[in-house]
T-cell receptor, first 112, second 116 residues
Framework: QKEVEQNSGPLSVPEGAIASLNCTYS??????FFWYRQYSGKSPELIMS????GDKEDGRFTAQLNKASQYVSLLIRDSQPSDSATYLC????????????FGAGTRLAVHP | EPEVTQTPSHQVTQMGQEVILRCVPI?????FYWYRQILGQKVEFLVS????????KSEIFDDQFSVERPDGSNFTLKIRSTKLEDSAMYFC??????????????FGDGTRLSIL
């Protein structure tokens, strides 16, 4: 069974700090990864995708992928209280018809 | 920006009743999915649909579940005889291509299904 693992948190950071969210995955052949943000009671909202080793930046968000270590992370710079949410890491199941396998999510709390 | 829309936002149903959850995927998307999330748990895959047929289903998606794309825009999930454990948020998602090609899936706002 392919797995995506995340620390459930909560991760508490002060406003303006960098929040670092981590994810590991079991399928060494996984090629793409997605970070979704989920506010309480709401749906997953895509914020980043990454396919290549290294860093990918989009505004205050940076995704990092290390395929050798089977590790993907999300950095949020200048964290704002509005960033407080659960962040879901997801990878497509290569053996299946493209279903996403989600981690349990890391709850981020940004305090003023 | 185009979005996936789901109706109703909240459905309350008596156990044993049939329920239909509706979704309108993004118009140029070809791959459609249903996921569910029981309160406090992971988002779980239910079924994927492509070219007017189911391409994959999970073990959750038993004979009580069915999906249909009755016209060019709607994508429905039917639960024939609901059980208490079907209470969850149900999310519809769509993608231009399958996830293997790296195209992300976009999610609707979800339907909260409450079985009494």
């Amino acid at each position: 069974q392919k797995e995506v693992e995340q620390n459930s948190g909560p991760l508490s950071v002060p406003e303006g700090a960098i929040a670092s969210l981590n994810c590991t995955y079991s399928d060494r052949g996984s090629q793409s990864f997605f970070w979704y943000r989920q506010y309480s009671g709401k749906s997953p909202e895509l914020i980043m995708s990454i396919y290549s080793n290294g860093d990918k930046e989009d505004g205050r968000f940076t995704a990092q992928l290390n395929k050798a270590s089977q590790y993907v992370s999300l950095l949020i710079r200048d964290s704002q209280p509005s960033d407080s949410a659960t962040y879901l890491c997801a990878a497509p199941d290569r053996g299946g018809y493209n279903k996403l396998i989600f981690g349990a999510g890391t709850r981020l709390a940004v305090h003023p | 920006e185009p979005e996936v829309t789901q109706t109703p936002s909240h459905q309350v149903t008596q156990m044993g009743q049939e329920v239909i959850l509706r979704c309108v995927p993004i118009s140029n998307h070809l791959y459609f999915y249903w996921y569910r999330q029981i309160l406090g748990q992971k988002v779980e895959f239910l079924v994927s649909f492509y070219n007017n047929e189911i391409s994959e289903k999970s073990e959750i998606f038993d004979d009580q579940f069915s999906v249909e794309r009755p016209d060019g825009s709607n994508f429905t999930l039917k639960i024939r005889s609901t059980k208490l454990e079907d209470s969850a948020m149900y999310f519809c998602a769509s993608a231009t291509e399958g996830a293997i090609s790296n195209q992300p899936q976009h999610f609707g706002d979800g339907t909260r299904l409450s079985i009494l």
